[in-house]
């Protein structure tokens, strides 16, 4: 017996990517705004988030020249703020958010825009200096604050480590996962996203609130790791202005 159309069946929900940690030139990335949205249009992403370091102004850019494309790739605002406990990126932001504050008011400032809180790389270290302290994720503050999600994909080469314990540590939070590329070179863009049901950003947002996405990555190819080598060689590093 053949069921009627619509019965005993479940409707398929297409899956789109996001790649929700991106930087460009407007912080320390080598891509210009517009270079990232130009590769990133010629991948499978649907959705990226520009986010660079205490600034929105390279997600403003992208924006606006993802909106004068004819082009199925849309861009989310973002920052990744240098709070004084670690990096915290904000998404679905319309305003800077001042670095240099405790975690948990940075935390509030993007609460207060209605934007997305997401502790992004929370175990990583390094003895890299901007302003008063080391760049570094927010450790186990993500799990003591108020945080959207956690990124626990992220594709910086050799990252391998603290993705395991970001996702180590989200077992036990059951909080939404986030994938994202941090990517500083166009090699970057991709290798690592967040699937979720939908395409657009309001799907992704959504997504979020719900728990429903699924942090991927993909290796990098040989170039690519080279092209990465020299940038963390060459790039100026970044310096907090509060």
């Not at 606006?64 to 790739?73: E, F, K, M, P, V």
């Not at 861009?75 to 958010?97: A, K, M, P, Y």
């Not at 996962?177 to 309001?202: M, Q, W």
């Not at 942090?215 to 080279?226: H, I, K, P, S, T």
Request: aromatic share 8%.
């Amino acid at each position: 017996m053949v069921s009627p159309p619509g019965v005993g069946c479940t409707p398929m929900v297409s899956r789109g990517r996001a790649d929700l940690h991106m930087h460009t030139t407007a912080s320390d990335g080598w891509p210009s705004p517009q270079e990232l949205v130009d590769y990133a249009r010629a991948t499978r992403l649907n959705v990226i988030a520009v986010t660079d370091h205490d600034t929105i102004e390279g997600a403003l850019r992208a924006a606006d020249h993802a909106a004068g494309l004819s082009s199925r790739l849309q861009v989310v605002i973002g920052e990744e703020v240098s709070s004084r406990d670690g990096h915290i990126v904000g998404l679905f932001i319309e305003r800077r958010i001042r670095p240099g504050m405790s975690a948990a008011a940075t935390v509030d400032a993007i609460h207060d825009q209605g934007g997305v809180a997401v502790a992004v790389h929370p175990f990583w270290r390094t003895q890299r200096r901007v302003r008063n302290g080391p760049v570094h994720g927010v450790g186990w503050l993500a799990a003591e604050l108020d945080f959207d999600a956690i990124e626990v994909e992220n594709a910086t080469p050799g990252f391998y480590f603290f993705n395991q314990l970001a996702h180590r540590l989200n077992m036990g939070l059951g909080c939404t996962e986030l994938g994202g590329s941090d990517a500083h070179i166009l090699d970057a863009v991709g290798r690592a996203f967040t699937e979720f049901p939908g395409k657009t950003p309001k799907d992704l947002r959504a997504a979020i609130e719900t728990g429903t996405t699924v942090a991927r990555r993909r290796r990098y190819r040989a170039m690519g790791l080279m092209r990465y080598a020299a940038w963390g060689l060459n790039h100026e590093r970044y310096v907090a202005v509060v």
